[in-house]
């Protein structure tokens, strides 16, 4: 069963790869393309000197890192989608509990994608930082496997009748230390990678060369596939082996894997190109903010020409977040030629005027929270209804958390179907040659959520009610719906919000913006964990059981599917007031469709905003 499975998910991944998600590899391409990269930041080779394209970078080095994010895959997909049958299964922690461990570790390994991606723009670079957080990473999952082979880590053995009675003995908090030690350690080391992996692999081809410009389009393609492959292999074969063989042989095959991907990433590093950190954007926006506080009883100047470097700013100035505007005020104007250049006594007109563009993005990643907190019970609560279901195929029970096989098989299909059946079918409805735009795309992701929390709920209660009433298990192939309408729901949202941040964001924060997109998957798991609490003590630890069938998880799912009905409707509200960048398209040849012109490529003038739709 076990490798008929990966024969599907192998054959949807060679279905799919010709065109899988080339809207991502549009998008990504842009946020890595355009003049500033291409000749401001030139590359250069391991000793420091201009590169040799003939003996650096292209496919080999890229090939290199690809190995070190399937190796990250592999590694935080096996730990995430089954850690919670350990929890509650050996470690006799509550089934809410075990949930909010799980979320935490996801949340905070996509929050610490910011601080990764900050330390490789400020100082240290995408490869050292890759390296060092590889590392960190391979050193967390090797104290992860200590933790779980370890006897004394684990409390007594528990039989069905103590667990049913709930007697079991809870692990305290000295066997959890090593635990939460080999967690978190491995969340640091993977929020460096997951930050900076793609922008490394992307620096290895030269935007400037159209042949090496057409390459790193097929290396993001590449990269999701490969982003898939160590999914699926974690989901089926690493969980079959935790639940069959024994955890430390899984999660030891996961610390040798991320010791191979160390290995093969070091070694090589005089095939790499390398690019020069050049500041974190983040600092341009601390330091707008604070002079715009600092000057906050300045009057505004009768004309925003009179603001400092306006003539030479490349984007038009704008009238909202007007306060901003302070931050440009020079102080003494006898003195302009000795403040103008002087980045903590007045900042640019361009300056303030991308802090703006990404306040704009607020309202937007607010709304899209909560998807992720819905996708996050992919990885708890569904996992653990598995394990109260009939899991047998004829002799094989299959693990709990392999039926997640069943979302990535989704996404990798929907993804596939978004440019082959629902963009087409857009384009000739809307006439719109983008299809569906950024926010239509995560509107219907959030509407998909909805749906899937309203499928786990009935699905939930006609699995609590048979097992009380008949003493029957129902087939975990109910569990599908769920997973299938999640599934579908990230194909679209995900390549949906990475689309707005990156296109919508200043051409020079770009990866900040990423950050962001990372940021509200690391805001929906922690909003699950916070969830997750406030219902257990509302309810009176009623609602979330370690005992499903003793408990009400088809209400925490009702809950979630009303929360997600309100945050929709809050989502229209903003995403029909925000203003998208100008879209100018250029037309093919060989071909009547229309294709976007990437935003980069437009001349001052034409980078104005005006009101569009979602």
């Given at each position: 069963m076990v490798n008929a499975c990966l024969n599907i998910s192998t054959i949807f991944m060679a279905i799919s790869h010709s065109r899988i998600i080339s809207q991502l590899e549009q998008v990504l391409a842009t946020s890595h393309s355009g003049k500033d990269g291409a000749h401001d930041d030139p590359a250069v080779d391991f000793r420091g000197n201009p590169v040799d394209k003939s003996r650096t970078g292209g496919w080999l080095a890229a090939g290199l890192i690809l190995v070190t994010e399937l190796s990250e895959r592999i590694c935080i997909m096996g730990i995430s989608m089954n850690l919670v049958t350990y929890?509650?299964?050996?470690?006799?922690?509550?089934?809410?509990?075990?949930?909010?461990?799980?979320?935490?570790f996801m949340g905070t390994l996509n929050l610490?994608?910011?601080?990764?991606?900050?330390?490789?723009?400020?100082?240290?670079?995408?490869?050292?930082?890759?390296?060092?957080?590889?590392?960190?990473?391979?050193?967390?999952i090797g104290l992860l496997t200590t933790a779980t082979t370890i006897p004394s880590m684990r409390p007594p053995q528990c039989d069905d009748y103590r667990k049913q009675q709930h007697q079991c003995i809870e692990a305290s908090g000295s066997q959890l230390a090593l635990l939460y030690a080999a967690l978190y350690t491995t969340a640091l080391g993977g929020g460096g990678i997951k930050s900076n992996v793609s922008g490394f692999g992307s620096d290895q081809f030269d935007q400037t060369d159209p042949k090496e410009e057409k390459a790193m389009l097929f290396f993001f393609n590449r990269f999701y596939f490969f982003i898939s492959i160590g999914s699926l292999f974690s989901v089926i074969v690493l969980v079959y082996i935790q639940d069959n063989v024994g955890r430390g042989w899984g999660y030891g095959i996961s610390a040798g894997t991320m010791v191979?991907?160390?290995?093969?990433?070091?070694?090589?590093?005089?095939?790499?190109?390398?690019?020069?950190?050049?500041?974190?954007?983040?600092?341009?926006?601390?330091?707008?903010?604070?002079?715009a506080w600092k000057k906050r009883s300045h009057p505004y100047p009768c004309h925003p020409s009179l603001l400092n470097d306006y003539d030479s700013a490349t984007v038009p100035h704008t009238e909202k977040f007007k306060c901003l505007d302070k931050a440009a005020i020079m102080d003494d104007p006898t003195s302009i030629s000795a403040q103008k250049n002087d980045p903590f006594i007045v900042s640019t007109v361009m300056e303030v005027e991308e802090v703006k563009m990404v306040l704009k993005l607020i309202p937007i990643w607010s709304t899209c929270i909560l998807f992720w907190t819905v996708y996050s019970q992919m990885t708890t609560f569904t996992v653990e209804?598995?394990?109260?279901?009939?899991?047998?195929?004829?002799?094989?029970?299959?693990?709990?958390?392999?039926?997640?096989?069943?979302?990535?098989?989704?996404?990798?299909?929907?993804?596939?179907l978004n440019e082959r059946l629902f963009v087409p079918l857009a384009r000739k409805l809307t006439g719109n040659a983008q299809g569906l735009t950024s926010l239509q795309r995560i509107g219907t992701g959030l509407f998909l959520s909805i749906l899937a929390m309203m499928a786990a709920a009935v699905i939930e209660k006609?699995?609590?009610?048979?097992?009380?009433?008949?003493?029957?298990?129902i087939s975990a192939f109910w569990l599908v719906p769920q997973y299938f309408l999640v599934g579908a729901g990230e194909a679209f949202v995900y390549v949906g919000q990475l689309e707005f941040f990156i296109r919508e964001a200043p051409e020079r924060m770009k990866s900040m913006s990423t950050g962001l997109f990372l940021s509200t998957i690391s805001m929906g798991f922690f909003v699950s964990s916070l969830l997750v609490s406030l219902v257990d003590k509302a309810t009176k630890k009623t609602w979330l059981r370690s005992n499903l069938n003793k408990g009400r998880l088809n209400n925490f799912y009702w809950m979630l599917a009303l929360?997600?009905?309100?945050?929709?409707f809050v989502f229209l509200v903003f995403a029909r007031?925000?203003?998208y960048k100008?879209?100018?398209?250029?037309?093919?040849?060989?071909?009547?469709?229309k294709e976007l012109k990437p935003a980069n490529d437009l001349t001052v003038l034409q980078v104005v905003k005006e009101e569009g739709t979602i």
């Open positions: 929890l509650v299964g050996e470690l006799h922690i509550s089934s809410a509990k075990s949930a909010t461990i799980v979320t935490n610490l994608g910011l601080l990764g991606g900050f330390l490789a723009d400020a100082k240290l670079g995408r490869y050292l930082t890759v390296a060092i957080f590889a590392f960190i990473t391979a050193l967390g191979i991907g160390v290995a093969v990433l070091l070694c090589g590093t005089p095939w790499y190109r390398f690019k020069k950190p050049r500041g974190s954007p983040l600092t341009t926006i601390w330091r707008v903010s604070l002079l209804q598995a394990t109260f279901m009939n899991r047998k195929v004829g002799s094989l029970v299959i693990p709990s958390g392999s039926y997640s096989t069943f979302l990535f098989i989704t996404i990798l299909l929907f993804t596939s006609e699995r609590r009610e048979t097992a009380i009433r008949q003493n029957k298990m929360l997600g009905l309100l945050n929709l007031g925000h203003q100008v879209q100018h398209y250029i037309k093919p040849k060989n071909s009547d469709e």
